[in-house]
């Protein structure tokens, strides 16, 4: 049974999708960059710049879409990104983040296809 979504539960469900499509996206350069390891410095360094320039940009977003601690864990994805240190604590670090983004993602999802509650009381 299909259910019936407002308005703005279809527009919460659509940045929540958009969300999932960059966090899909990262996933595969931190794969990319797992297995990796043995290449040149600069061809690691240039795909943690695109990982943190994608997180920057999906922590602004998620700001201002205000969708539970997301723009917390995308912010702190791109400085772990766009910092040095050990590769393997990095890809680690971000490997954590992507699973942490899907998991609130999915809760996010869930709470949005929730239909919402009609008063059957009226007011007054």
């Not at 695109?50 to 400085?79: C, F, H, K, P």
């Not at 990104?81 to 699973?99: E, P, Q, S």
């Not at 899907?102 to 059957?120: C, F, I, N, Y």
């Amino acid at each position: 049974m299909a259910q019936k979504l407002s308005a703005a539960q279809q527009r919460r469900v659509e940045e929540i999708r958009e969300f999932e499509k960059v966090v899909d996206h990262v996933a595969k350069l931190v794969a990319e960059l797992d297995q990796s390891r043995a290449a040149k410095a600069l061809v690691l360094e240039r795909i943690c710049e695109v990982v943190a320039r994608e997180m920057s940009q999906m922590r602004q977003r998620a700001l201002t879409a205000n969708i539970g601690t997301i723009a917390d864990v995308a912010g702190y994805m791109s400085v772990m990104a766009g910092r040095g240190g050990g590769l393997d604590m990095k890809i680690r670090g971000l490997r954590d983040g992507v699973n942490s983004l899907r998991m609130q993602l999915d809760h996010a999802l869930k709470v949005a296809m929730t239909p919402e509650k009609e008063d059957s009381e009226p007011a007054g």
